[in-house]
T-cell receptor, first 111, second 113 residues
Framework: DQQVKQNSPSLSVQEGRISILNCDYT??????FLWYKKYPAEGPTFLIS???IKDKNEDGRFTVFLNKSAKHLSLHIVPSQPGDSAVYFC??????????WGLGTSLAVNP | NAGVTQTPKFQVLKTGQSMTLQCAQD?????MYWYRQDPGMGLRLIYY???????DKGEVPNGYNVSRLNKREFSLRLESAAPSQTSVYFC????????????FGEGSRLTVL
């Protein structure tokens, strides 16, 4: 049973518009959430994270929002650029710091 | 500035053959991990090593063995490869910071015929 779910396998947006990638989790003990980006033929790279004591974290064009009551987080990319085209993984961890991964969402940003 | 280095990047094996995937990190990280990525399955943890001298099973350890040779190196061995082990394998490391992110290698694509 998947504890971290990314329900959209793919997403397509126009360059300059906002990309919103969603992630839901089931375990209320998760207290740290991360987003990773993966290009083809490369390893995943860390993008942004958020602790459960916050509801928003921002880094340049990337913002992660956390809604603990809904067990939902989202990654906003504004404005989207063609170089953002990649697979985005959501991951969560609790006390034991083991990362639980979603299946990923493939983002295509069209020029 | 190598980070996490995996070898080989590509390998083709026949069923029943053995091989070892090598991983080395130069960031003085304590924890190291082996994942596999398959289409539609995301990243699945095979084995991990929280510190030098310790190893633990992850979600999908069957058919694999690991060795934490020293703080830098963590190898993954397939003793008798099976077609179900065709996958892309990623090594990763993490430092002492409790919420520290994982740093991944570029991956090793393994095909078992």
């Amino acid at each position: 049973d998947q504890q971290v779910k990314q329900n959209s396998p793919s997403l397509s947006v126009q360059e300059g518009r906002i990309s919103i990638l969603n992630c839901d989790y089931t375990n209320s003990m998760f207290d740290y959430f991360l987003w990773y980006k993966k290009y083809p033929a490369e390893g995943p790279t860390f993008l942004i994270s958020i602790s459960s004591i916050k509801d928003k974290n921002e880094d340049g064009r990337f913002t992660v929002f956390l809604n603990k009551s809904a067990k939902h987080l989202s990654l906003h990319i504004v404005p989207s650029q063609p170089g953002d085209s990649a697979v985005y993984f959501c991951a969560a961890s609790g006390d034991n710091r083991k990362l639980i991964w979603g299946l990923g969402t493939s983002l295509a940003v069209n020029p | 500035n190598a980070g996490v280095t995996q070898t080989p990047k590509f390998q083709v094996l026949k069923t029943g053959q053995s091989m070892t995937l090598q991983c080395a990190q130069d960031m003085n990280h304590n924890s190291m991990y082996w994942y596999r990525q398959d289409p539609g399955m995301g990243l699945r943890l095979i084995y991990y090593s929280a510190s030098e001298g310790t190893t633990d099973k992850g979600e999908v350890p069957n058919g694999y063995n690991v060795s934490r040779l020293n703080k830098r190196e963590f190898s993954l061995r397939l003793e008798s490869a099976a077609p179900s082990q065709t996958s892309v394998y990623f090594c990763a490391s993490r430092g002492l910071v409790v919420t520290g992110e994982l740093f991944f290698g570029e991956g090793s694509r393994l095909t078992v015929l």
